[in-house]
């Protein structure tokens, strides 16, 4: 069974603070993403990794950044945490380009006061 | 730009109804549609289409892709409050890695 599995399931972190949210995923998926969920507005893509130290922006990458440094992990960074910023973040993974399925971890709720 | 419409938004039925959800996509390339279904946490995989008039089926749900009117359905027949959940539909291209997520619809089944 895939797993993609994510640092935290809730985090609160002050507004302007740094903040790091991990995803580590153990099946050699080439392909990784981070998205977010937001009631009425769906999941949307923040960024996305295609290899080791590759990256790639999503739809709203404004205010965050990512990392890959190694290929079972990819972190998303908040340089400085902002209350619009409060959501629920999903990490993804698959094994390359092609119709494969992304396997989801189970979501960071990150609130921002 | 690329788009994937869901509907209804949201739902609500009685246990044993039969229900049809909706999703309509405009999306360069496409390759292939998928449908998820999310409760309290992560999306789990449900069926992934990619050729026209072929059903996907799995006990209650069942799933079709109608590429010449750009859309697909998925049907829950006899549902349970188990099926309660946000069904997302999401559309990959060829010219791109990422999947390309419909709102969701939000269905309610009560008792």
């Known amino acids: 069974d895939v797993k993609v599995t994510q640092s935290s399931r809730y985090l609160v972190k002050r507004t302007g603070e740094k903040v790091f949210l991990e995803c580590v995923q153990d099946?050699?998926?080439?392909?990784m993403f981070w998205y977010r969920q937001d009631p009425g507005l769906g999941l949307r893509l923040i960024y996305f990794?295609?290899?080791?130290?590759?990256?790639e922006k999503g739809d709203i990458p404004e205010g965050y950044s990512v990392s890959r440094e190694k290929k079972e992990r990819f972190s998303l960074i908040l340089e400085s945490a902002s209350t619009n910023q409060t959501s629920m973040y999903l990490c993804?993974?698959?094994?390359?380009?092609?119709?494969?399925?992304?396997?989801f971890g189970p979501g960071t709720r990150l609130t921002v006061t | 730009e690329d788009k994937v419409v869901q509907s209804p938004l949201s739902l609500v039925v009685h246990e044993g109804d039969t229900v049809t959800l909706n999703c309509s996509y405009e999306?360069?390339?496409?390759?292939?549609l998928l449908w998820y279904k999310q409760e309290k946490k992560a999306p789990t995989f449900l069926f992934m289409l990619?050729?026209?008039?072929i059903e996907k089926k799995s006990g209650r749900l069942s799933s079709i892709l109608d590429k010449k009117e750009l859309s697909s359905i998925l049907n829950i027949t006899a549902t349970q409050t188990g099926d309660s959940a946000i069904y997302l539909c999401?559309?990959?291209?060829?010219?791109?890695?990422?999947?390309?997520f419909g709102k969701g619809t939000s269905l309610l089944v009560t008792p």
């Open positions: 990794s295609y290899d080791v130290k590759m990256k």
């Open positions: 099946m050699d998926h080439e392909n």
């Open positions: 990619t050729s026209s008039g």
């Open positions: 999401a559309v990959e291209s060829n010219s791109g890695y990422a999947l390309n």
């Open positions: 999306v360069t390339n496409f390759r292939s």
């Open positions: 993804a993974s698959t094994p390359g380009q092609g119709s494969y399925e992304q396997y």
